[in-house]
């Protein structure tokens, strides 16, 4: 009874803020990570946290998006600051990561959020 339930998309001016939430029920492995998707491109890995709290970045937002969570609700966030209109895409909240591979590889992931369109302009 696995659920992932995401918000917090929107349309945002160009180098706006937004912050998405993902949370997450019923999953039972630690590590969980943001992917977005947009036309023409392969889903890429945006953001992950692993279990001991360690995070690690894509190159394209890295000090710009953070990613946290609350361990208590299981609840992962993304705060993205200085959004680019090339951030515009379908963000996803993914969970339960399977061993022998790299967070950024999509398929490793047994557990998807809905989506939620982010649009930049």
């Known amino acids: 009874h696995v659920q992932l339930v995401e918000s917090g998309g929107a349309s945002v001016q160009a180098g706006g803020s937004l912050r998405l939430s993902c949370s997450a029920s019923?999953?039972?492995?630690?590590?969980m990570a943001w992917f977005r998707q947009s036309p023409g491109k392969a889903r890429e890995g945006v953001a992950a946290i692993a279990g001991d709290g360690r995070t690690d970045y894509a190159d394209s937002v890295k000090g710009r998006f953070t990613i946290s969570r609350d361990g208590a609700k299981n609840i992962i966030a993304l705060q993205m600051h200085s959004l680019k209109p090339e951030d515009t895409a379908t963000y996803y909240c993914?969970?339960?990561?399977?061993?022998?591979?790299?967070?950024?590889?999509?398929?490793?992931?047994?557990?998807w959020s809905q989506g939620t369109q982010v649009t930049v302009s």
């Open positions: 019923g999953v039972a492995r630690f590590c």
């Open positions: 993914a969970a339960d990561i399977r061993d022998g591979g790299r967070w950024w590889w999509a398929q490793l992931y047994n557990y």
